[in-house]
């Protein structure tokens, strides 16, 4: 407890000297599961607002309630003195730093020994018609050929020095070309104006080649295929799994994650406000008490009738369940039902 | 220590409650579905289980409190419970299997000490599995259960309960050596300066809160009294933070206004209700909130 008082052990067993009977513990739990008819909970939070020893437990049993994720954790019974320690955890993030770096440099140096994109980069250069690009000495594309020829085997250290070597003097080759093109045709801007822009694409394509060409070794084919298991990867998972959400008017919508929206409950008028996915089933909420639930992906929606409170006509506002079998629903203005039935009849 | 419930060991031999039909034959369509049969529990020991909790809960109310009662206890469970209890070695295996790791989970996540947390779960354990008394009897705490809420978040209270009992126990044994080697008898005592604040003001909290409900107290209680979170008093109420967070906000600003109004009625002028309110911002209201709450008031029992 975090009261400001002076004697706070005084406090607590004056306050018990004072504070009646208390409830069982069954009533405090029954009252944290909201599993009590409204009089006798009425009762007991009379009760808790006087004594303060009864909130202190039930703070405390509250706040030790396990989190629906955490239940999913296995617990191993048979070292349970091994597992608040937790002194494996620094050890394990220095491991998984260590691998992840080890898998980026193996990754880098696999990426280098590829022979057909340095191939195809060294001979794009050479093949490429800009005057400039024939100014790239040939060694660097003996070089090239050398590194692809000797790639088939294992690639040494050296070799792949001189790998990166070739690709940095291809690639400032480009770059140099690109620089001296551009001062062409700024210099032919200068001397014609009035030069065709065909021209001047003439003249830009090897400047894109040479690029080409020095980016060409950073693209893998290794990545390419990744890229596509996991695009397709990606969309199966997308096209298995629908994705919700309420718009701007209030209308459910539903997605199969190839960004197409389609309502869901087109008939319904009233502005619907939360959205619920548990377990399989999708609930949704809204004003007027409108409470829809589809146990189908949202193929099809049965409308649930939530019993009458206080006469009045409520917004719903949250909707949760603990487990598949017991939710609560909330309105924007306190009122709540809860079901232990898993939805079936609400109270 | 906190007093204990009444015992309903089911040994104690229950006097046959005047229930109605309705609810007999309500208590008699659980008997399958509880699975006390599996423990060797007859139908007729099933009822008298049963009976005695309806009995306890809904002395004064109608049948159709204790039909609702009957349909909400957890029959599954409480016949687990008196089972473990009456030594069924098949329910002890069902408790252990599904109730051990959770115990000392939950008496660590308490506790947040290992040792401690031991300590709690294997007390609880023993008194679970029965202590014998003067007569030499064994009497299993599980008796107290009664199936009003699960019996996992039964045995969270209890150790939550344990684990209070304690702190407060060991909070007496202070050793003085290490208070002095702390140099806590050398800190001076720092004096706590009481809220100044006006008389008509105290009068007019003190009456608007007098004037709420039991809940709302609750609430008030536990935010400014206790200063718990919104999380934490979502999760005692079964309902979601926000819920509170609308809830106190609806009742602090309805405090406000009732005390503006009784200190209009007081003769002090719109002005100086102002200012009044101003000095004691309803969210700084904790001192003078926390002082009304203090005041216990004999409680009802039930």
Redesign the interface.
Known sequence: ??????NP?Q??L??GQ????????????????????Q???????????????C????????????DPADDLRP?V?TS??R???RTWLPWASIAAGLLVVCSAVLFYQQKLALPNNTTVATKEAVQSPSSTLQQTPPSSSLEGKETTDKSKNRPTSRQLQANLRAQSVTAANAIQADKIESAKNSEFSQQSPYQSSAEVGQLATPSAHALKAAQAPSVSAFANVTTERALSAASITASARPHWRINATGQPERSFGDGAWQAVLPQEQSKMRVVSVFDGEVWIGGENSRLYRSTDNGATWNLVALPDKDGRVHSI??I?FLTAHSG?V?S?D?A?W?T?DGGSTWK | MLPEPPNLAPSIPVEDPVLGSAVSVAIAERYSESGAERYGITPERFRQIVAAVVVRYTADANEAERLELVAALRVGELVLARACSAGNEHAWDVFLVRFRAFLFETAYRIARDEATGRELADGLYAELYGIPNREGRRISKLDYYTGRGSLEGWLRTVISQQHVNRCRSHAKDVSLDEQVEAGVSFAASTPIAAPVTDDRVAEAVAQTLAELGGEERFLLASYFLDQRTLANIGRQMCVHESTIGRKLEKLTKELRKRIRKRLQAAGINSRRCYELLLEIDVRDLNVNVAENLRQERPVQSF
Not at chain 1, 55 to 66: F, H, Q, T
Request: proline letters at 7%; charged letters at 20%.
């Open positions: 407890m975090k009261q400001s008082i002076s052990l406090q607590e004056a306050r004072h504070g009646g009977p208390h409830p069982d513990s069954d009533l405090l739990t029954a009252l944290g599961e909201g599993a009590l008819p009089r006798e909970r009425q009762q007991l939070l009379a009760h808790l607002a006087a004594c303060a020893d909130r202190e437990v039930l703070s405390i049993a509250a706040a030790a309630a396990m617990f019974l349970p003195s597992l608040p320690r506002a949250h949760h609560t909330e924007d306190g709540a809860t232990l």
